[in-house]
């Protein structure tokens, strides 16, 4: 069983950055592979980043590479969600997720989630 608690949204002008932190619960965390998602309102949830339970595999959506960096602590059984250049339509609900199983692009090869942090983005 993992638990993860986002934090770390907020609202920032276009331009800006934030972190996000997703703390998780559960002694096997690092042998989970994570990822990052958002959700727009009216829209599906779409992978951003995914991180290997080494760190030895990174994976990006073409939506946020080169902007958004994601990266672990396994000592600290943290994720990490470092995004710079933000833009108004990076505006959504963003959400962190384990997988039991290597890294997944898709939503539904993660099996625990959080439950979400709000990031708003001003133009």
């Known amino acids: 069983q993992v638990q993860l608690v986002e934090s770390g949204g907020g609202l920032v002008q276009a331009g800006g950055s934030l972190r996000l932190s997703c703390a998780a619960s559960?002694?096997?965390?690092?042998?989970?592979?994570m990822g990052w998602f958002r959700q727009a309102p009216g829209k599906e949830r779409d992978f951003l980043a995914g991180?290997?339970?080494?760190?030895?595999?990174?994976y990006y959506s073409d939506s946020v590479k080169g902007r958004f960096t994601i990266s672990r602590d396994n000592a600290k059984n943290t994720v990490y969600l470092q995004m710079n250049s933000l833009k108004p339509e990076d505006t959504a609900v963003y959400y962190c997720?384990?997988?039991?199983?290597?890294?997944?692009?898709?939503?539904?090869?993660?099996?625990?989630w959080g439950q979400g942090t709000q990031v708003t983005v001003s133009s």
């Open positions: 559960g002694r096997t965390f690092s042998s989970y592979g």
């Open positions: 997720a384990a997988a039991p199983f290597g890294v997944w692009t898709k939503s539904y090869g993660y099996q625990y």
């Open positions: 991180i290997s339970w080494s760190s030895g595999s990174t």
